[in-house]
């Protein structure tokens, strides 16, 4: 009988949370500085967040770019009927890149605007 | 999409006695002793009959609180009534009708629709039930005793603290609730392990039904929302029974973690409730329309991010909470961000329907009502993520207008349209159209009726929660039409109930059938023990792609078309490719869930009345009730079978092979959510009170805890060599017995250690924030300690009893990670309790 | 404010305001800086839903009973990617930045300089309010808060029991009072007018009762009055308001209110100095009459269930007559300066 695919690890499905993952990461790390700058001196609130901002985005993009990169260089590659190891779970990663990656941006939005810690 | 047509493993004719012997091996207990079937199709229709209960017995408060408020300065319901009911009708609709109620659509359905027999642990989705119809009850019924919580379901401190709530209220809440939520927790852990391992063979994870996805997503977030809600009930039960102040100001607690821990799961609980409903209308539309769902996959990758966005929004509802404008910003742009899949969602339902021809029968009519109502909520849901908009709106008429657009557009339509869907899989006779035509257009009208007209009050200055308002604001006349739409909407779940009366006829096996000619396998002929055999999926839409599949799965020609074993058995399969494993033995009728669940219940409700003996008693009975159904779990393996077409299966499997590691890392990663969410609350009341945190002086000194981390190591080794010990079949396991029990009193020494070094440096729980939190981290350390205790015990017994062994091992792998899990939790709370202070300083 | 002379002149006004009562608590009719800003933003938002709801039910409609061709386009999964993400992205792109900057203009709007700081305490359940005096001298007041037009005023908010929430719809949003920290709201009242208030975050009991008045009126009579407001209060001079007065401290009012310039010194309760020119009794239940009074004092718990104030039956009738003459008496406040 072939109609079975053989079984294989999970790491098909784990990158596809990758995306939404880093999401998350970059969305804590801004909540959280904030949080903790604004416990801290008043004086260079500005910059600490600002440098932070930068520093997390900066991260957060690579990261996006580095699996993007990865997914697009595997699907010139993988047979294209490697359902569902190969191309189906890689153009999902794809548009969760893209949402996740929307996401960033409008995080980060706020932080050109509005100043650290002001109520 | 049609594959070559499948070989089929299994020859006709079938002999004569094989059906017959199917039949009596799943048959149902008769009578009453219905109660003690496991089954999930029996399960199911309790489950969802319970739900529907408390979804009428929180509608009937809702007309109640709609009278009141009909006309201005009313004394229909006395204030102290009213705020009763209020508190009731949130509680008892978001925990225990509209989680439970997509739980059990699931249980009911998902075997069914994956091609399994049974959900894998029958005997953990009964105890969940039961748990939930118990504990459930007994909550409802404080109403009429006077005891009914009167602090808002979202049970804000210090309201709810015992200084401000003195009665019992509040906590038959906070142990009621924290209680049932364990009940969900116990059938997401069922979900999940039935959506990935239990997939008849070839339905890969892209070919899933799209209700399989949204239960999977669901019950993943549950995962890791509940625990955060968990924790914010344990913390006030503590603080309102020992004085522990975890949210008393003046001692260094905050009320704002309460709202805090209790979004971080109220936030995603909305998510929670709408996907799975969500998952009803990605199948009822195809079926409706006769076309495949468009863009399956833009749909999965919506569900993903919905369980992702979704945790960034809590504090969407502390925007006028003064915390600073950049936060908030933060939350108002994840707000956005989920509005996106909702998004791809809708356009993806619209394109199936512009890509087939949607039939405008009663479930129809339900998802479009759903997608008009859900749309309209959505978008008041965007008014309120911007954040000086919710300034106003916030906690006024118009949040309370845009949450039941959500929820109740999001939700109930689409329930109600899956009732009308699913009723002919599950019953001789189908729902009347021409009543359901009634029904939907009064619950459509009425809803549009009771809820737009709040919007405007909102605006006009009604906050939520006023018994009564003076006549002089000008919101009489909207909020008599508020009253009047909400009698026409229970009118229509009046007729609703007329037409299940009159054609609702419950049954396994001869029913309705497939009268949508829907494409999906729980419309395969049934019957007790599900498909006749379990079918080979190469489709997602597998009864319209499969030319013959019902003639064929009933003609016995797929997998186990009789049981191999004599026992009731089911196929696991692998994850992601669905490719069979392991043939998997399940448990039949048997009366310690049901006990258990009754014991457990016992003991949470008479906790809430301070008797704690018999508590403690009833709670004994409970664990040695599982006790009970562990011993037969677990059994002894057998050779391996041939399930046909030259598959040969093992009937047993351990290590991460087998499912029930599967449910235990879930449980772990439930664990360790409560856990971070602790370690979160820890850190967080830092930030508000840091000068309650004592200077490294005044610490225990660092002996302690390194005695204590080098017991958490020790036993950790140790249980790695017990494993090793394990006796080969039929040897004596002595020296395993003696390292599993050694390991055990281990780890409870490592406790002991640390509590007792925390308490002779002079650290008490009531003083301070700092100390209560210190003790939390003992309470959960304990919390976890116990479970492995037990657990090491009953591993020792087994082993006594000839039950484990190098391969009959399941329970050991279980304790293995339940244990090495505890010592990662636990040296990471030493880190916290000793050396953050000493960091910090 | 042009205040009308007598106790009853202040009801019929009252009364007058509630013709119009859909306006004096109302988000769409903003008599506030803040609230003029956010009530934009309302009406934005509204066009913007209403369009969407209409695209979403004309989408569903053209799916129903299109044309194949239309139907054949909306099938298509680029249908589902375009309007499923590319146009939400670009439109909540928009709201968002133009919220984030509606936030950023709130943070610019005029607060420090020549601020008006008041603070109020939300109690369990009335409103505790303090003004700043000349040189800071804190003046006690409840239930009724006066502000300048035209001035910004800085409201310093705290919590005595529970969570409450502070909030004036005509003039801005609300911001929660949290028992532990001091949180902050800045409104300026752009004409003159009466805003009423509520409580908007649960407190327990009669938390729908927890209302106020805010009462804006011109700088120049807004700094009398503060003036006034600042005297301790009226001696009685006639016998009745005497005996009153007596009755008052010998009853143990003062246990709990305060009446500055006697014996009463309590803080449990609202301060009482001036009550007999306040416009409602019972924190903005009824208004401020003879009748309402009495009610309140002896029947309270009818009037608002479950206040902390016990019911004073004790009384007979001519010393009631005499205590609520003299609370009425209490109006240094109210006179023309």
Known sequence: MSAFKPVRPLGDFWRVLIAPAIWFAHFSVLYASEALICTGPPADRGTTMGWTVLLATAAASAGLVVLVAGLLRSGNTAPPTSDPGGSWFRRASLLLALLSALGIIWTTLPTAVLPACAF | ?841 | MRRAPAGGGILAGSLLLGGCGRDVQSVLAPGGIQAAQIADLAWLLFGFGTLVLAMVVAAVWLALRGSSRIRRILARENAVLTLGIAFPAVTLTLLLGYGVWLMRSHLDLPRDRNAVGIEVVGEQWWWRVTYSGAHGTPIASANEIRIPVGVPVGFKLRAADVIHSFWVPSLGGKVDMIPGRTTQLHLTAERPGIYRGQCAEYCGGPHALMAFEVMAMPAADYAAWLQRAAEPATTPVSEITQRGQSLFLATGCGACHAVRGTSATGTLGPDLTHIGARRSVGIDTLPLTRENLTRFITDGQHVKPGNLMPEFRVLQPPELDALVTYLLSLKVADRHG
Not at chain 2, 259 to 287: D, K, N, R, T
Not at chain 2, 353 to 369: C, D, E, M, N, Q
Not at chain 2, 754 to 769: C, K, M, Y
Request: proline share 6%; glycine share 8%; with cysteine.
């Open chain 2, 1 to 841: 999409m049609a594959d070559t047509a499948p070989e089929y493993p299994n020859r006709l004719p079938r002999p004569r006695r094989e059906q017959a012997e199917l039949a009596a091996i799943w048959a149902r207990p008769r009578s009453w002793r219905i109660v003690t079937d496991v089954n999930n199709t029996v399960i199911g229709y309790f489950y969802v009959g319970t739900a529907m209960l408390f979804f009428l017995l929180a509608g009937i408060l809702a007309l109640l609180m709609r009278l009141q408020l009909a006309v201005p300065s009313n004394t229909f319901l006395s204030q102290e009534t009213y705020n009763q009911i209020f508190t009731m009708h949130g509680t008892v609709m978001m925990f225990l009708f509209a989680v439970p109620v997509v739980e059990a659509m699931g249980i009911l359905l998902l075997p069914q629709m994956l091609g399994a027999r049974d959900q894998p642990f029958p005997r953990l989705g009964a105890f969940a039930f039961w748990a939930y119809f118990v504990g459930g009850l007994i909550f409802f019924s404080t109403l009429f005793f006077d005891l009914a919580p009167s602090g808002g379901w979202f049970m804000y401190p210090p309201l709810t603290s015992s200084q401000f709530s003195p009665g019992m209220g509040a906590d038959f809440w906070l142990l009621g609730i924290g209680f049932i939520e364990i009940s969900a927790i116990a059938g997401a852990i069922e979900i999940i392990v039935g959506v990935l391992r239990t997939r008849a063979p070839g339905m890969t994870l892209d070919k899933m039904p799209m209700f399989g996805w949204t239960m999977l997503i669901f019950a993943g977030m549950i995962v890791f929302a509940f625990p955060a809600v968990i924790l914010a009930t344990l913390l006030l039960e503590l603080e309102r029974t020992f004085d522990w102040p975890f949210f008393i100001a003046a001692r260094g607690g905050d009320a704002l973690l309460w709202q805090h821990l209790f979004w971080f799961f109220g936030h995603p609980e909305v998510y929670i409730i709408f996907l799975p409903a969500a998952g009803m209308v990605s199948m009822i539309v195809p079926a409706m329309s006769g076309a495949t769902l468009v863009g399956y996959r833009f749909v999965v990758v919506a569900l993903i991010a919905t369980g992702f966005f979704s945790f960034g929004l809590w504090v969407h509802h502390m925007f006028t909470t003064g915390i600073p404008a950049l936060s908030l910003s933060f939350f108002s742009a994840a707000s956005m961000a989920v509005a996106l899949p909702s998004g791809i969602q809708i356009f993806a339902w619209i394109a199936t329907i512009a890509s087939g021809r949607l039939r405008l029968l009663t479930p129809s009519l339900f998802v479009l009502g759903f997608l008009f109502i859900f749309t309209l909520g959505g978008l008041t849901g965007v008014m309120v993520a911007m954040v000086p908009f919710d300034w106003q709106a916030h906690d006024t008429y118009f949040v309370v207008a845009h949450f039941h657009y959500v929820l109740v557009g999001g939700m109930v339509f689409p329930l109600f349209a899956a009732f009308y869907y699913w009723t002919p899989a599950f019953s001789r006779r189908t729902l009347s159209e021409r009543l359901g035509r009634w029904t939907f257009w009064l619950m459509f009208a009425g809803f549009n009726i009771a809820f737009f007209p709040m919007h405007i009050s909102g605006l006009m200055g009604m906050p939520r929660r006023v018994y009564t308002y003076p006549a002089v604001m000008g919101w009489d006349v909207l909020n008599m039409i508020s009253t009047i739409g909400a009698f026409l909407f229970a009118a229509g779940i009046a007729l609703f109930l007329i037409d299940l009366v009159r054609n609702l006829r419950p049954s396994l096996s001869d029913t309705a059938g497939n009268i949508w000619k829907a494409a999906t396998l729980e419309w395969l002929p049934n019957d007790v023990y599900g498909p006749r055999s379990i079918p080979i999926v190469t489709s997602v839409d597998p009864l319209w792609d499969q030319p013959h599949l019902a003639e064929d799965v009933e003609a016995g020609r797929y997998y186990l078309p009789g049981s191999i074993t004599g026992r009731r058995e089911t196929i696991v399969t692998s994850p992601i490719e669905a490719t069979p494993q392991y043939l998997l033995s399940l448990p039949g009728p048997g009366w310690t869930p049901l006990l258990a669940a009754i014991f457990t219940a016992a003991f949470f409700m008479l906790l809430t009345v301070k008797a704690v003996t018999l508590a403690v008693i009833c709670g004994a009975l409970a664990v040695a009730m599982v006790i009970v159904w562990m011993w037969d779990s677990d059994p002894k393996p057998l050779a391996a079978v041939d399930i046909g077409s030259g598959i040969k299966l093992p009937t047993y499997a351990a290590g991460s092979l087998s499912h029930s590691w599967w449910a235990m890392i879930v449980l772990l990663l439930v664990a360790g959510s409560l856990y971070l969410a602790y370690v979160f609350s820890y850190l967080y009341l830092w930030t508000v009170s840091p000068q309650f945190w004592p200077k490294p002086a005044a610490l225990a000194p660092v002996t302690a805890p390194a005695v204590s981390a080098l017991l958490l190591v020790a036993g950790s080794a140790i249980l790695v060599a017990a494993g090793r010990l394990l006796p080969r079949n039929r040897r004596s396991g002595r020296r395993f017995e003696v390292l599993a029990g050694l390991a055990a009193v281990t780890l409870a020494a490592a406790l002991m250690t640390e509590v007792s070094a925390q308490w002779r440096a002079g650290l008490r729980p009531e003083t301070d924030i700092h100390g209560a939190l210190v003790y939390m981290a003992a309470f959960l350390q304990a919390q976890m300690v116990l479970p492995v205790v037990i657990m090491a015990g009953f591993a020792v017994a087994r082993s006594l009893g000839g039950r484990l062994d190098r391969e009959q091992r399941v329970v050991f792998d279980n304790l293995s990670l339940l244990y090495h899990y505890t010592v990662g939790q636990s040296l990471l709370g030493l880190l916290l309790a000793h050396g953050f202070p000493r960091l910090a300083a």
